[in-house]
């Protein structure tokens, strides 16, 4: 168990939904930042938050959203899915904002597969 | 795009035998880190080594860096079946996020 939790571990959702992931950062992480990887793009960025803020953005499309809330847990909203967007989804938490000291922390992921 | 290049994409070797893994990235960073991941799992930070240093320990794994060949490796010694799974690195500079590599898939073969 890294810490970082993730739920749900599996989604199976039909074209056009909407679907919300779910991370719990580890205790103490102010940071969030959430992941998508899939076979032919590999890991891409996606969205950072800290403390509550948005600090970076990825490659989020505008059907995309984020936030962190102040339990510092954090939410994916994907919305208007399409079959493109089955993927694994990750969520990643540090301590820091600035240089980063020890890396991160990755939670398990969710892999959705939009049918 | 990537920041990082892995080389090389695949790689399967004996049991015991070393594996190296090779990066290649192309702009200023302030550290490197190497990541692995078991299929279909999270990745797990595995070592981090900064922009003024030139190599790094942790156990079987080795890391050294050329900032001004803009590379880095990881080799490990002395291969486990364990071993077997992908290995990405990933850089940063100051508060900007960690960009991956596509990964090498690395299967030890008992």
């Known amino acids: 168990d890294s810490g970082v939790t993730q739920t749900p571990k599996h989604l199976i959702t039909a074209t056009g939904q909407r679907v919300t992931l779910r991370c719990s950062p580890r205790?103490?992480?102010?940071?969030v930042y959430w992941y998508q990887q899939s076979l032919d793009q590999g890991l891409q960025f996606l969205i950072q938050y800290y403390n509550g803020e948005e600090r970076a953005k990825g490659n989020i499309l505008e059907r995309f959203s984020a936030q962190q809330f102040p339990d510092l847990h954090s939410e994916l909203n994907l919305s208007s899915l399409e079959l493109g967007d089955s993927a694994l989804y990750f969520c990643a938490s540090s301590a820091a904002h600035g240089d980063i000291e020890y890396g991160y922390t990755f939670g398990s992921g969710t892999r959705l597969t939009v049918v | 795009s990537q920041q990082g290049e892995e080389d090389p994409q695949a790689l399967s070797i004996q049991e015991g035998e070393n594996a190296t893994m090779n990066c290649s990235y192309k702009t200023s960073i302030n550290n490197l880190q190497w990541y692995r991941q078991n299929s279909g799992r999270g990745l797990v930070h595995l070592i981090l080594i900064r922009s003024n240093e030139r190599e790094k320990h942790s156990g079987r794994l080795r890391v050294t860096l050329d900032t001004s060949k803009k590379s880095s490796s990881l080799l490990i010694t002395a291969s486990r079946a364990a071993d077997t799974a992908s290995y990405f690195c990933?850089?940063?500079?100051?508060?900007?996020?960690?960009?991956f590599g596509q990964g090498t898939r690395l299967t030890i073969n008992p």
């Open positions: 990933a850089t940063a500079k100051g508060a900007q996020k960690l960009v």
């Open positions: 205790s103490g992480d102010l940071s």
